[in-house]
């Protein structure tokens, strides 16, 4: 029985190339359906769940437990490596997180972006009333974040967050 089934540098390769391609996918699947997870921080559940769960599951022979070790420290590894690009370098954390995104702007909906961000405009509405918002001329600005949630700045200078409720 080996502790290793496959080349590590040929798992490595597979790891680098699986984390940048889910972080892709996840990245244009929108802030609405992350919640209030970052595209990285899903990876890291997704990867480091499927790295462990293998090795409960399969046989050694299948999975290796030595493999799934590197899968680990590698993904590990590259979220750190990630995160330390993303705090230095402002591009870099547009690429990896993405931006706020302005969906009011003084009382105003602004349309095409609730289309970018898929978010209907009941959905919006129905996120300001539960704030105790009643008209969207109310509010000079709301931005939806890079976490998900809505940040309200009302006309009177105060501050709300809004927490999203998902409907996958």
Do not use: C, W
């Not at 970018?116 to 996120?127: A, V």
């Amino acid at each position: 029985m080996e502790f290793f089934v496959q080349s590590v540098p040929a798992q490595l390769i597979r790891i680098v190339l699986m984390y940048f391609f889910a972080l892709v996918v996840l990245r244009f699947a929108g802030k609405r359906r992350l919640a209030r997870l970052s595209p990285m921080d899903l990876i890291i559940i997704i990867a480091l769940g499927s790295a462990v769960g293998d090795v409960l599951i399969y046989p050694q022979d299948i999975v290796g437990i030595g493999n799934a070790m590197v899968a680990i420290a590698a993904v590990v590894g590259l979220q750190i490596i990630m995160s330390k690009l993303a705090e230095k370098n402002e591009r870099m954390a547009y690429i990896i997180e993405g931006k706020p995104t302005i969906l009011i702007r003084n009382g105003r909906i602004l349309r095409q972006n609730l289309d970018d961000e898929d978010i209907s405009e009941d959905d919006l509405k129905e996120m300001l009333r539960e704030q105790s918002i009643s008209s969207v001329s109310r509010v000079r600005g709301a931005y939806l974040e890079r976490s998900g949630d809505l940040s309200v700045l009302l006309r009177t200078g105060r501050r709300k967050k809004i927490k999203r409720k998902m409907r996958l």
